[in-house]
């Protein structure tokens, strides 16, 4: 019996992709707009950001450039964001890179258009007025902030990530250009695209999961078990590059609907107490989290299993299931990526506090498996 009993599916993000479709930014925008520019400094010295700004000034269109984003985004980085906006007198937003300048694109737009601090908005239904016109640019595999209604900002007093959510907050538009993500060094690469199996993953098998969502998921993993290895062997694999940013995306759809599990709710406090890039950790916890869920359902990590490459047939669902998590084991250890906690960064003396505020993340309550604190505590141990 499914967990709920009815189900919504939507999509509002108007999506571009294709090399070279960055040109049709202008187009995506009001003819008069005034954008701002959300994106990192490292963005600017790779040259990328001057590929976006050729093309607004091509189109003969105003811009303001910000660049004060982090890894992990903090409360200063959307206010100085919304003081920038206003004061390049901007009317539209430009999100650009990974998951970070594209949240605090999004959060720079809340605040901009309804006043106040960003957490007044933190968590669901808070966010009354319409955002700016909203393009999202990813840069690298994995968020999928470009399709989402979600916004994940650190607290450093809480050492927990808190976001805000509302379908508002969606982006009007996406960019998937795959000349901008294309020379991606294999460590930021092989994590973030590890990050968009993550999602893809937890939608799929989590207890909102639903026909809709499975679809586009399930095709989601066999994507990046097809070539996210290829997108991170060199700086030329234009076409794996453009298939994994479109499985990224993918994944954020189905996220987007479903919301995702334990991985999630462990890498949120790992990232905000030892500042470990969230797509690492994703990628050290998925095959962990994996083991624990399996037997509550076996059938669907069966398919995860043969999506992968692997060959099940004549296999048991246990038996099929259980090569799911040595595939993503694998495929881990391929892309050079720590099969533990401790080779992070995290140290024993944090997983009490970690596990506790795990248990707050409403992905648990999803989790396709009951969690106890217990439950987590022993995840966090297996794991590090």
């Not at 959300?38 to 600017?44: K, N």
Request: hydrophobic share 45%; aromatic share 4%; with cysteine.
């Amino acid at each position: 019996m499914a967990f709920q009993s009815f189900f919504d599916f939507r999509m509002p993000t108007h999506v571009v992709h294709g090399a070279g479709s960055i040109a049709r930014l202008a187009n995506l925008l009001n003819a008069d707009a005034q954008p701002l520019i959300v994106a990192d400094a490292g963005l600017v010295e790779a040259g990328i950001v001057s590929q976006v700004t050729a093309v607004l000034d091509d189109a003969g269109m105003k811009w303001t450039l910000f660049t004060d984003v982090v890894g992990n985004p903090v409360a200063r980085n959307v206010s100085a964001g919304a003081r920038t906006y206003a004061k390049g007198s901007c009317s539209a937003i430009v999100g650009l890179g990974g998951g970070s300048p594209m949240d605090v694109a999004k959060m720079i737009g809340v605040v901009a258009t309804g006043g106040g601090r960003i957490d007044q908005y933190l968590g669901a239904g808070k966010v009354a007025a319409d955002l700016p016109p909203l393009v999202c640019i990813p840069t690298t595999y994995g968020t999928g902030s470009e399709v989402t209604p979600f916004a994940v900002l650190t607290n450093p007093k809480t050492q927990n990530k808190d976001p805000v959510i509302s379908w508002k907050i969606a982006p009007s538009a996406a960019i998937l250009d795959p000349n901008l993500s294309v020379a991606l060094p294999i460590g930021l690469g092989g994590t973030t695209g590890m990050d968009a199996l993550t999602h893809a993953i937890e939608s799929y098998t989590n207890l909102l999961a639903a026909p809709f969502t499975d679809g586009i998921a399930l095709t989601a993993i066999e994507m990046i078990g097809e070539h996210l290895r290829v997108a991170c062997a060199n700086d030329h694999e234009t076409e794996a590059t453009e298939q994994m940013l479109l499985a990224s995306c993918m994944a954020g759809v189905a996220f987007a609907q479903t919301r995702l599990g334990n991985v999630h709710a462990m890498s949120h406090p790992v990232g905000a107490q030892f500042g470990v890039h969230h797509g690492l950790a994703n990628a050290v916890l998925l095959p962990h989290v994996m083991d624990f869920n399996l037997q509550s359902r076996l059938g669907k990590f069966a398919q995860i299993a043969s999506a992968l490459g692997e060959q099940t047939e004549g296999l048991s669902d246990y038996d099929a299931a259980c090569l799911s998590v040595e595939a993503v084991r694998q495929l881990n250890d391929d892309l050079g990526i720590p099969s533990m906690l401790k080779e992070t960064g995290v140290k024993a003396s944090g997983l009490s506090k970690l596990a506790r505020t795990a248990m707050q993340s409403g992905n648990v309550t999803i989790n396709p498996r009951k969690t106890t604190l217990a439950d987590m505590q022993t995840l966090f141990r297996t794991a590090l």
